[in-house]
């Protein structure tokens, strides 16, 4: 059975700084492909950034560019999310996503085999 389980989120001010991290069981997660989505209310679930199966490459949309780093430790079957100058606007639901396909990297939701169950993100003014 396929897991993918976030942690790390919580409530941080502005200006702050967290680190998410998504564990995966139950596949090879060395060879898959990896994201992170993010969900506010009451809009869609939204890429934040990716990275390949080798942790060789990443790719982020631009409003976490420069403020968030995807990581990865194959051995531990672990990904990464580092979020640095947090915003209120970055509060969210933060999902963790692999995906088989390894010829390309995970930015939209179709690409996406197996979700993690998300952990809440709070950014207070």
């Known amino acids: 059975q396929v897991q993918l389980v976030e942690s790390g989120g919580g409530l941080v001010q502005a200006g702050g700084s967290l680190r998410l991290s998504c564990a995966a069981s139950g596949l090879s997660f060395s060879t898959f492909t990896a994201a992170w989505f993010r969900q506010a209310p009451g809009k869609e679930r939204e890429f934040v950034g990716a990275?390949?199966?080798?942790?060789?490459?990443?790719y982020y949309t631009d409003f976490v560019k420069g403020r968030f780093t995807i990581s990865r430790d194959n051995a531990k079957n672990t990904v990464y999310l580092r979020m640095n100058s947090l915003k209120p606007e970055d509060t969210a639901v933060y999902y963790c996503?692999?995906?088989?396909?390894?010829?390309?990297?995970?930015?939209?939701?179709?690409?996406?085999?197996?979700w993690g169950q998300g952990t809440q993100v709070t950014v207070s003014s």
């Open positions: 990275i390949t199966y080798s942790g060789d490459s990443t």
């Open positions: 996503a692999a995906s088989r396909d390894r010829s390309t990297l995970v930015v939209a939701a179709t690409q996406v085999n197996y």
